[in-house]
């Protein structure tokens, strides 16, 4: 098993008086920032909606589904925008590292009256056999056959009209530094609201905002060696679950990383 180099540290060494007095201290910031981060999902509650003027049509597991039947019956719906393109042979890892930190959340989000769901523009016979391997429960569509990805701008394609990223032009993230790619797979998630027969897109998050959303990160920040990533790709040291060396479902091999996820800095 590798093993990783330790990172340089500056922690002093205190008695446990000084030691308590410092959490002390630190609880007050953490205390403030909770006001601060709840405050902000309270603006994030009044922001305006936009109705959902076209009638997608999804892939999925059973045949053809509507955004509307993605619902599953309840009022809301979490839409993660997965990275697998068609060419692929399995999903992005950062994306699949998502997946495993939010899979056991689809239950309980039901009982708040909330559906999760991931969409991918390749096809259903690359999506399932992948989604069986990792075992993950999330609903699971194929926006294959409709422009869903190029009109949430998740995919970008200038021929497709998909020029803009984390609602920045895409050209213009390019020139400064911002984005590694102007074509191809991004990720994101958008969030959507039913009100009788209507569908509102209530909100839409990118990049460094999706960090939420991965509670490995919410441990290791925790630590006193943190996220231990380089800054130039964060991610490049996630693999699907099963290859990991250390995993017990590892398998031969590890795949690279997928580094999308942090290329698109927010």
């Given at each position: 098993?590798?093993?990783?180099?330790?990172?340089?540290?500056?922690?002093?060494?205190?008695?446990?008086a000084e030691?308590?007095?410092?959490?002390?201290?630190?609880?007050?910031?953490?205390?403030?920032?909770?006001?601060?981060?709840?405050?902000?999902?309270?603006?994030?509650?009044?922001?305006?909606?936009?109705?959902?003027?076209?009638?997608?049509?999804?892939?999925?597991?059973?045949?053809?589904?509507?955004?509307?039947?993605l619902f599953?019956?309840r009022?809301?719906?979490?839409?993660?925008?997965?990275?697998?393109?068609?060419?692929?042979?399995?999903?992005?890892?950062?994306?699949?590292?998502?997946?495993?930190?939010?899979?056991?959340?689809?239950?309980?989000?039901?009982?708040?009256?909330?559906?999760?769901?991931?969409?991918s523009?390749?096809?259903?016979?690359?999506?399932?056999?992948?989604?069986?391997?990792?075992?993950?429960?999330?609903?699971?569509?194929?926006?294959?056959?409709?422009?869903?990805?190029?009109?949430?701008h998740?995919?970008?394609?200038?021929?497709?009209?998909?020029?803009?990223y984390?609602?920045?032009?895409?050209?213009?993230?390019?020139?400064?530094?911002k984005i590694?790619?102007?074509?191809?797979e991004?990720?994101?998630?958008?969030?959507?609201i039913?009100?009788?027969?209507?569908?509102?897109?209530?909100?839409?998050?990118?990049?460094?905002?999706?960090?939420p959303?991965?509670?490995?990160?919410?441990?290791?920040?925790?630590?006193a060696m943190?996220?231990?990533?380089?800054?130039?790709?964060?991610?490049?040291?996630?693999?699907?679950?099963?290859?990991?060396?250390?995993?017990?479902l590892?398998?031969?091999?590890?795949?690279?990383?997928?580094?999308?996820?942090?290329?698109?800095?927010?």
């Open positions: 098993m590798k093993t990783l180099e330790k990172p340089k540290t500056t922690a002093k060494i205190v008695s446990n030691w308590e007095a410092a959490q002390k201290a630190f609880l007050v910031k953490e205390k403030e920032f909770t006001h601060q981060r709840e405050a902000l999902s309270a603006q994030r509650r009044q922001l305006p909606w936009t109705k959902v003027e076209k009638d997608y049509v999804f892939d999925g597991p059973s045949g053809k589904v509507s955004l509307s039947e599953q019956g009022r809301q719906l979490v839409v993660y925008h997965f990275m697998f393109d068609p060419a692929w042979e399995e999903g992005c890892p950062g994306c699949s590292h998502v997946a495993d930190n939010v899979d056991g959340a689809v239950v309980h989000l039901a009982a708040r009256d909330t559906s999760l769901v991931f969409v523009r390749a096809p259903m016979d690359k999506i399932t056999p992948f989604k069986w391997r990792m075992s993950w429960q999330v609903p699971w569509v194929s926006s294959f056959n409709n422009s869903f990805n190029y009109d949430y998740v995919t970008l394609d200038e021929d497709r009209g998909s020029t803009q984390n609602f920045e032009s895409v050209k213009s993230l390019d020139e400064r530094g590694h790619h102007t074509k191809g991004m990720p994101g998630a958008s969030v959507f039913r009100e009788g027969d209507a569908i509102y897109r209530t909100y839409s998050v990118f990049g460094r905002g999706l960090d959303m991965l509670n490995t990160y919410n441990f290791l920040d925790l630590t943190g996220r231990q990533e380089d800054e130039g790709c964060a991610q490049k040291w996630v693999r699907h679950h099963d290859k990991y060396e250390h995993s017990p590892a398998t031969p091999g590890a795949s690279a990383s997928c580094c999308s996820a942090e290329k698109a800095k927010k």
